[in-house]
C-alpha cells in the first residue's frame, strides 16, 4: 500500500513526523528554553577576550546563568557586556574567570560569588576580574620564574660551598660546635653543685623520675609481649620490607640527583625549560599559533532552520536550511526544498474494441495513466550583512539569483526580497524573474511566523497557461536551532532515558 501513495504524500507524511519530533524535543524535553524570562546586565573588563563571542556562556557554581550579549574593544582592554537571569542575585565582591573546558576546549565565563553579606551589584554594574586567575600563558610564564630561581639558589650554593669562603665558613661552624661542647660540659659541673645546695628540690626530681622509669618499665614490658615468639617473623618480614624499600629510596634519591644534575646542565626537554628562556618562547609561540589555527573553527556557529509555506493556490513547499556562521557579519547557507509545482503526464491506452451487435453500437476501452513527476531543489548562498542590512547571492531552488534582507528589534522581524529563477526566451508566464516578497517575526528564540507574496511578476500559470491574477498570498510557520540549542537538546534527551 505505501509503494501505491503518490511522492506528494509520503513527503507531506515525512513533513508531519519532521515536526512532530522536533515539537516533542522543543515542549517536551526542555521546556525551559520557550521560556520568555527577563534578564539582568552587567559588564566587566578583561585584558585578554579570545573566544569569547555574543552568546557565549555565562556559569556560576557550574550551572549556565546567562550569556554574552555583546563585546567591544576598548584602548589595552575589552569590555564585555553579560545577560543574567533576574532571579540570580551577585554579592558585593563577586569576580569574573574565564575558563575553558580542556586544554583547547571551548571557552566560558564563570562568576565566582562570595558569601551573601546582603549587599548586591546593582544591574548595569561593574564585576570586577578576577587577580587570582593563571591561564596557560601565566603557568608559563611562573614556571620560567621558578627555573629561574631553582638555578639561582643551586649557584649561590655551589659559590658558597666550592669558594675559600665557603670553607672557612665550615671551619667557623666546626669551631662554634666544638665551643658549645665544653659550655655543656660546665654546665653539668653547675648543675652537680647545685644539687649539694637544694637537696628537698633534688628529692622531688628523683621521686618524678622514679615515675617515669616505673612508666618505662611498663612500656619495656608491653614491647617484650609484642616481640615474643609468636611475632617475630612477622617483625622480620616487615624489617625486611622495610630494608627493600630504603634500597628502593635510595635507587629513587640517586635518579633524582641525576636528573637534577641534567636540569642544572640544561639538558634534555626540562633543563632547557629551566635554563633556556627561548625554549620557553618557543613553546608560548606554538601555543599561540594553534590556537589561531583552531580559533575559526572553535568560532563557528551552526543554525538549523526548517519552515513550510501555505499558499492561496492550494500549493505548498517545505524548506531545510542549514547555515555556517563563520564570523557575526558573514554566514553561509546549505539546503534543500521540495518542488512547488510538479509535472503531470497523462498516457491513455487502448485496450479492445468490440463491434456492434444488433441495435447496441460499437464499443472500446480505453485506460489513462497519470504520472506526477516531483524532485527536490537546492539552495547554496554566501550572505554578507552591514548592521541591519544583509545580501545575499547564490542558488535559490536550484537557479541563480540573489536577495536582500532588513532586520528590526534585535532580528526579531525580518523583511526579504528574493529574486530568482530569470525569465529565458521560451517562458512565457513570467514577465522578469520569479519576485518573493515577505516577512518573518520571532517567538522564543526558536519559532518564527512568516508572510508574504510570491512570483510577483508572473502572468500565466505554468501548467495550465492560465492567466493568473496577481500574486500569490502565502504563510508560514518555522523554527531555528543554533548549535548551543542542539547541545541542549541532546542533554536533555540523555536525561530523559
Known amino acids: 500500500m505505501w509503494k501505491q501513495m503518490g511522492t506528494e504524500f509520503k513527503v507531506g507524511v515525512f ?39 555574543p552568546k557565549t556562556h555565562v ?23 553579560v545577560e543574567i537571569d533576574s532571579n540570580i542575585k551577585l554579592p558585593v565582591g563577586s569576580t ?8 583547547l576546549g571551548d571557552v566560558y565565563l564563570e562568576i565566582v560569588r562570595p558569601e551573601d553579606t546582603g549587599q548586591y551589584i546593582a544591574p548595569g554594574g561593574l564585576i570586577a576580574r578576577s587577580e587570582d586567575q593563571m591561564d596557560m600563558q601565566g603557568v608559563m610564564s611562573l614556571l620560567g620564574q621558578i627555573g ?37 660540659r660546665k654546665t653539668g659541673s653547675s648543675i652537680r653543685g647545685a644539687i649539694g645546695d637544694h637537696p628537698d628540690e633534688v628529692r622531688d626530681i628523683i621521686l618524678n623520675l622514679n615515675k617515669t622509669l616505673a612508666s618505662l618499665k611498663s612500656f619495656t614490658g608491653n614491647l617484650d609481649e609484642v616481640l615474643d615468639d609468636s611475632n617475630k617473623e612477622r617483625l622480620n618480614r616487615i624489617i625486611a620490607s622495610f630494608d627493600d624499600s630504603m634500597s628502593e629510596v635510595k635507587g629513587a634519591t640517586k635518579n633524582i640527583r641525576l636528573i ?5 646542565k640544561g639538558e634534555g626537554t626540562i633543563g632547557k625549560l629551566v635554563n633556556d628562556d627561548s625554549t620557553i618562547q618557543e613553546i608560548e609561540g606554538a601555543v599561540r599559533d594553534l590556537r589561531e589555527v583552531l580559533s575559526p573553527a572553535t568560532k563557528v556557529q551552526i543554525v538549523i532552520d526548517t519552515h513550510g509555506e501555505g499558499r492561496k493556490d492550494k500549493t505548498g513547499q517545505t524548506y531545510f536550511n542549514v547555515l555556517f556562521k563563520t564570523r557575526p557579519d558573514r554566514f553561509y547557507l546549505v539546503g534543500m526544498t521540495d ?14 474494441e468490440g463491434a456492434s451487435q444488433g441495435d447496441a453500437p460499437a464499443y472500446s476501452k480505453t485506460r489513462e495513466r497519470i504520472t506526477d513527476r516531483k524532485s527536490l531543489r537546492f539552495n547554496l548562498q554566501l550572505a554578507k550583512r552591514w548592521y541591519f542590512a544583509t545580501a545575499r547571492l547564490g542558488l535559490f531552488e536550484s537557479t541563480g539569483g540573489f536577495a536582500a534582507d532588513l532586520h528590526f528589534f534585535r532580528d526579531r522581524l525580518r523583511l526579504s526580497l528574493e529574486a530568482f529563477d530569470f525569465k529565458s526566451y521560451d517562458n512565457e508566464w513570467r514577465r522578469v524573474a520569479r519576485l518573493k516578497a515577505y516577512m518573518q517575526v520571532l517567538f522564543f528564540d526558536h519559532i518564527y511566523l512568516m508572510a508574504g507574496l510570491d ?16 500574486p500569490v498570498p502565502f ?19 540523555a536525561l530523559a532515558r
Open 15 to 53: 513533513t508531519i513526523v519532521a515536526l512532530f519530533t522536533l515539537g516533542y524535543m522543543l515542549f517536551v524535553l526542555n521546556p525551559n528554553m520557550l521560556k520568555d524570562t527577563t534578564r539582568k546586565e552587567y559588564h566587566t573588563i578583561l585584558k585578554d577576550a579570545a573566544g569569547i563571542i
Open 455 to 470: 512570483d510577483l511578476t508572473r502572468i500565466r500559470n505554468p501548467l495550465t497557461y492560465e492567466e493568473q491574477k496577481g
Open 96 to 103: 569574573m574567570e574565564v575558563r575553558t573546558r580542556g586544554l
Open 148 to 184: 629561574k630561581d631553582v638555578k639561582k639558589i643551586t649557584g649561590t650554593l655551589a659559590d658558597v660551598i666550592g669558594s675559600k669562603e665557603g670553607g672557612q665558613s665550615l671551619h667557623n661552624i666546626l669551631d662554634n660546635v666544638e665551643t658549645l661542647t665544653a659550655d655543656l
Open 260 to 264: 637534577s644534575e641534567k636540569i642544572e
Open 475 to 493: 504563510g508560514g510557520l518555522g523554527l531555528a536551532f543554533n548549535d548551543q540549542d542542539l547541545k541542549a537538546l541532546f542533554g536533555a534527551a
Open 59 to 81: 556559569k556560576t557554581n557550574g550551572v549556565t546563568i546567562g550569556k554574552v550579549k555583546a563585546v567591544e574593544l576598548l584602548v589595552n582592554t575589552t569590555k564585555i557586556f
Open 339 to 352: 518542488v512547488q509545482e510538479s509535472v503531470r503526464d497523462t498516457k491513455t491506452e487502448q485496450l479492445d
